[in-house]
């Protein structure tokens, strides 16, 4: 009957952290469980896919005889230096490009353009321009990011409640003063958010860069296992980008909620 409450989970009701916690680990039991019958019990060759204990066996080797954990750094290193590098100038210009209309008018076509362009195309230019030292892998998370953080940032302050606007102009505040108390607060949980959400797109991109040209990352090992079929190896190393992004996901998540507490009102 229209209008009839049908049980079950409701849409958009948020549930209890515990139960999140419990349904989120629940995943990856069934993950890895599906993973273990398939491989121990036979179903698929270890050639193509290692088992989740050799897995285990073959990461510890990694890092306890292999210096793996140095590689760990090295891409860590490039991942949080080439988007640090993106933000610190996508900021600015994506903050005047939402406020005023006119510096949108002029960067809005190029930049929707180039967002487009894989950051991976640019591999064999960077090579010949900057070699195969840092600055070429630097520059392709700088790529991968910097024309998708402006776009976004330009949207998020663009989209400020006219209402608050007007009621600022009321106030007295001057042009200046509207970006500064109004816009930039107004976007700032958003623009949080769009950080926390290219940081992990800049993970694909260096790992890109450190399968061609690259001595030492994640990217490295796992080319190098490539050519040894080693599945275990590929797969740790896999699983690592996996674990460091989901722990800097969270952290992002937990230093917005601290931040920006008034804007989780209402959820």
Known sequence: MPGRRSPGVKPLTPVTPAARVALGAAFFVLFFGAWAVATLGGHISKTFLA????????????????????????????VVGGFLIAAALALPLGIAMGAYK????????????????????????LILWAGLGEAQKLSVIFIGSFFN????????????????VEAAYTLGCSHGSIVR????????????????????????????????????????????????????????????IGLIGLASDLLFKAANRRLFRWAQLGR
């Open 102 to 125: 006119p510096i949108e008018a002029f960067f809005e076509p190029f930049v929707s353009f180039a967002r487009y362009l894989p950051a991976s195309a640019f591999i064999p230019l």
């Open 181 to 240: 108390r109004v816009l930039i607060p107004g976007a700032a949980p958003e623009i949080a958010e769009i950080l926390r959400m290219v940081l992990g797109w800049a993970w694909t991109y260096v790992i890109v860069a450190e399968l061609i040209g690259a001595s030492s990352g994640i990217g490295h090992m796992i080319t190098d296992s490539q050519a040894l079929l080693a599945t275990d190896q590929i797969i740790f190393g896999i699983l690592v």
């Open 51 to 78: 088992d989740p204990l050799t897995m285990l066996r073959s990461g510890w080797t990694l890092l306890a005889e292999m210096g793996f954990a140095v590689d760990i750094g090295m891409t860590v290193w490039r």
């Open 149 to 164: 953080l402006v776009l976004m940032i330009a949207v998020a302050v663009g989209n400020a409640r006219r209402d608050l």
